[in-house]
């Protein structure tokens, strides 16, 4: 190719880039909140066709949300066993509405993450827009894997705390507290395996540098221990660990991917 058509690209590429952020910065106020208020009720129409679904199969998810309860040995449990118990006549109403909306949040992560995605898009530059489709399948996918963590942990982390009274409190559970807790570990942990996925695109955009990230392991080790220990809601060593070392190795992962992609930016500066 040849340097004035190299040129004209350019000269191209600028005034389209120009004519873009003097349309992102033409917007109002106003229109910048009917476009978040619209991407709001997309995300919430999602969030309670599938909650409204969940409501109907409540038996079933109940039952598998009291599995890791369930498979705990007999002696640890009492004599209510893994049957859980609430007070009042309400209770098992508000309990329904609990679960079919903690489902309903984490199913419709797809549709969210896209919202917080598209509501993003007008600022970003073509080249940045590239990455939409990874950008959402990569959230799902760590969100999914911090569900999916939260779920392998909760036998072990129960079995933890039950066992610190053993012999001496007698384990009573109600419906309420331990779907809540089930809840928070879910919730907890999908959004904490996104934080990956924001440390990779503000490398993207420049704000940290992969050298940066190099020289702050150690603080970025403690800080997502520290950050497991409040997140976690039983906050045992065990779930702690759980999900401190996953997102320790997203960490490194993120320092490979951005060191890969500076790689074929400088290369493609050569060639130009």
């Known amino acids: 190719m040849s340097v004035p058509q190299n040129l004209r690209r350019r000269r191209l590429s600028f005034l389209r880039q120009r004519r873009r952020k003097n349309h992102v910065a033409a917007m109002t106020m106003m229109e910048h909140l009917s476009e978040l208020r619209r991407r ?65 949040f984490v199913c419709s992560a797809p549709v969210w993450l896209y919202q917080v995605w598209a ?23 760590l969100f999914g894997v ?18 610190l009274g053993e012999g001496l409190i007698t384990p009573f559970f109600r419906a309420d507290t331990y779907l809540n807790f089930v809840g928070l570990m879910f919730i907890g942990f999908g959004l904490t395996f996104e934080l990956p996925l924001l440390l990779f695109f503000l490398g993207l955009a420049g704000v940290v540098s992969v050298e940066q990230l190099r020289h702050q392991r150690r603080a970025a080790f403690v800080t997502i221990v520290a950050l497991a220990a409040v997140v976690t809601p039983s906050q045992d060593p065990y779930t702690m660990l759980l999900m401190a070392l996953p997102l320790y190795v997203l960490y490194e992962g993120t320092i490979v991917a951005l060191k890969v992609i500076d790689r074929r930016k400088r290369r493609l500066g050569a060639g130009l």
């Open 119 to 141: 509501f993003v898009t007008p600022g970003l530059t073509p080249q940045e827009k590239k990455y939409a489709l990874p950008f959402i399948s990569s959230s799902v996918v």
């Open 146 to 163: 911090g569900v999916t963590f939260a779920y392998l942990t909760l036998a072990p982390g129960l079995r933890f705390l039950i066992g």
């Open 40 to 104: 709001l009720i997309f995300s919430l129409a999602a969030f309670v066709a599938i909650s409204i679904g969940a409501f109907f199969f409540f038996e079933p998810i109940l039952s598998w949300l009291l599995d890791p309860l369930c498979s705990l040995p007999a002696q640890m449990l009492g004599p209510q066993g893994c049957e859980l118990s609430g007070f009042g006549p309400a209770e098992p109403f508000i309990v329904r509405l609990k679960v079919t909306a903690m489902v309903g």
